[in-house]
T-cell receptor, first 114, second 112 residues
Framework: SAVISQKPSRDICQRGTSLTIQCQVD?????MFWYRQQPGQSLTLIAT?????????ESGFVIDKFPISRPNLTFSTLTVSNMSPEDSSIYLC???????????FGSGTRLTVV | KQEVTQIPAALSVPEGENLVLNCSFT??????LQWFRQDPGKGLTSLLL?????REQTSGRLNASLDKSSGRSTLYIAASQPGDSATYLC???????????FGQGTTLQVKP
């Protein structure tokens, strides 16, 4: 199956700043997905990132807070903007990697906002 | 809107016991269903993928079944071991949107 490299693996940020998370897939994929996992919770879909078009956001998530880029079929970034302590979570990217392997996930970014 | 529910939320068993984790979904128009394992503070590891046309998949001590008509999937773990202690997540892939929607997970503890 494909491998997704995600970075940074963790970061501690000051409130009011922004952090950009990167995901690189070792093969071309049509769709990429970004998830948030708040402490003790399951994964919640933030948005779907398609190459060549704007990301599609789920209810409760907006582009100004979570801008996403998808410059090509192997790469995507998620920015968490104007951070507050409530943004402290694990952020994960994912892609359907085909060949019967289903969805593959990056290793996650553990974000702490202080 | 697809909703995925997992029961129980937590489970504690002695080593060696066979156990079943349950997952239900509201929209039967799924493309496939995938079971993941997550260790504390770690990312997700894919365990089993069941295509919508399949009834079950097996990998070692794990067996996952899928019944689309009833909106249910089960993960069977045979002869549980302390190393199986983790959170198990099921996720349904929408046939219409390709989105992967997760249940809340079952946290398993296997005691030596």
């Amino acid at each position: 199956s494909a491998v997704i490299s995600q970075k940074p693996s963790r970061d501690i940020c000051q409130r009011g700043t922004s952090l950009t998370i990167q995901c690189q897939v070792d093969s071309q994929v049509t769709m990429m997905f970004w998830y948030r996992q708040q402490p003790g919770q399951s994964l919640t879909l933030i948005a779907t990132a398609n190459q060549g078009s704007e990301a599609t956001y789920e209810s409760g998530f907006v582009i100004d807070k979570f801008p996403i880029s998808r410059p090509n079929l192997t790469f995507s970034t998620l920015t968490v903007s104007n951070m507050s302590p409530e943004d402290s979570s694990i952020y994960l990217c994912s892609a359907p990697t085909g060949g019967g392997y289903g969805y593959t996930f990056g290793s996650g970014t553990r974000l702490t906002v202080v | 809107k697809q909703e995925v529910t997992q029961i129980p939320a937590a489970l504690s068993v002695p080593e060696g016991e066979n156990l079943v984790l349950n997952c239900s979904f509201t929209d039967s128009a799924i493309y496939n269903l995938q079971w993941f394992r997550q260790d504390p503070g770690k990312g997700l590891t894919s365990l089993l993928l069941i295509q919508s046309s399949q009834r079950e998949q097996t990998s070692g001590r794990l067996n996952a079944s899928l019944d689309k008509s009833s909106g249910r999937s089960t993960l069977y773990i045979a002869a549980s071991q302390p190393g199986d202690s983790a959170t198990y997540l099921c996720a349904a892939v929408s046939g219409n949107t390709g989105k992967l929607i997760f249940g809340q997970g079952t946290t398993l503890q296997v005691k030596p």
